[in-house]
Antibody, heavy 120, light 112 residues
Framework: EVQLVESGGGVVQPGGSLRLSCPAS????????MNWVRQAPGKGLEWISY????????YYADSVKGRFTTSRDDAQNSLYLQMNNLRAEDTALYYC?????????????WGQGTLVTVSS | QSVLTQPPSVSGAPGQRVTISCTGS?????????VHWYQQLPGTAPKLLIY???NRPSGVPARFSGSKSGTSASLAITGLQAEDEADYYC????????????FGGGTKLTVL
């Protein structure tokens, strides 16, 4: 079964840091580009980062650029999101999501999400 | 303010047909990039519903269909069922933004 399972969320104070992990299973991780998408409570989806299948191309939304870092470890079949200098507006459910393999720019598999709460 | 514009809500009675619009611009849908649709049932992760404007992944009922024209796209649901009550999001690629992938603001479908 194709699966993505995020972890690492929690409650953190403004200015703090968290590292999210997303181990993948059921598919050849190294063949796929990956993404992070977040959803603030009661709000819509926001794309925040993309990494290609070999980790050489990474994009960030302006809202997180310079504070968040996406990386991958194909040996561990895992995607990561290092979040620094967190703000209240970063409070959201963070989804790890697999990009399609055909170059159409969509996401075909989603994790269940991990909740990040930034609060003092 | 989302790059792609969707109506906040739509509703319909069981058995009816509803459509959800998604309006973009010349840097995304109007530039020829495909539109994709996701369904998010209450309390769950989003699920791919339509990809490449009008293609259904395996397991998605034929009641769901998509179309695209100019700078807009639409999702149509025919034979509305109670279990279709969910949030629906359109998504495309934008060549003017650093994140590149963009979502609509989402539309809440209520089955009356």
């Amino acid at each position: 079964e194709v699966q993505l399972v995020e972890s690492g969320g929690g409650v953190v104070q403004p200015g703090g840091s968290l590292r999210l992990s997303c181990p993948a299973s059921g598919f050849t991780f190294s063949n796929y580009e990956m993404n992070w998408v977040r959803q603030a409570p009661g709000k819509g989806l926001e794309w925040i980062s993309y990494i290609n299948n070999i980790g050489t191309t990474i994009y960030y939304a302006d809202s997180v650029k310079g504070r968040f870092t996406t990386s991958r470890d194909d040996a561990q079949n895992s995607l990561y999101l290092q979040m620094n200098n967190l703000r209240a507006e970063d409070t959201a459910l963070y989804y790890c999501a697999r990009g399609d393999s055909s170059g159409w720019y969509y996401v075909d598999i989603w994790g269940q999400g991990t909740l990040v709460t930034v609060s003092s | 303010q989302s790059v792609l514009t969707q109506p906040p809500s739509v509703s319909g009675a069981p058995g009816q047909r509803v459509t959800i619009s998604c309006t973009g611009s010349s840097s995304n849908i109007g530039a020829g990039y495909d539109v994709h649709w996701y369904q998010q049932l209450p309390g769950t992760a989003p699920k791919l519903l339509i990809y490449g404007n009008n293609n259904r992944p395996s397991g998605v009922p034929a009641r769901f269909s998509g179309s695209k024209s100019g700078t807009s796209a639409s999702l149509a649901i025919t034979g509305l069922q109670a279990e279709d009550e969910a949030d629906y999001y359109c998504q495309s690629y934008d060549n003017s933004l650093s994140a590149t992938r963009v979502f609509g603001g989402g539309t809440k479908l209520t089955v009356l």
